[in-house]
């Protein structure tokens, strides 16, 4: 679940912790000129951080990954290199 809110520079963080903390809600904090930041819960951060190491993985150390959802998609990360590469074999 997503929630927007307007924060100003006044507003209050307080009521918007426990939301995110104890209902996983994902809260996107906005000011009057757009877009500030998200609050999500340490669930969310954890994946978001095990997902950026993974990205980095593949486009800095050449590293080949499938990742697998719960409904049993998946997906591969390959560096850029291998999409070239595959890009030129398959018509």
Do not use: W
């Amino acid at each position: 679940m997503k929630h927007s809110v307007v924060f100003d520079e006044e507003g209050n963080l307080e009521g918007l912790l426990p939301k995110t903390y104890y209902a996983g809600e994902r809260i996107l904090l906005r000011g009057k000129k757009g877009e500030k930041g998200v609050l999500v819960s340490q669930e969310d951060f954890d994946f978001l951080e095990k997902i950026e190491n993974l990205l980095n993985g593949a486009c800095y150390s050449g590293e080949r990954l499938i990742l697998q959802g719960k409904e049993g998609s998946k997906v591969g990360i390959v560096p850029l290199e291998d999409l070239e590469l595959l890009e030129r074999i398959a018509p």
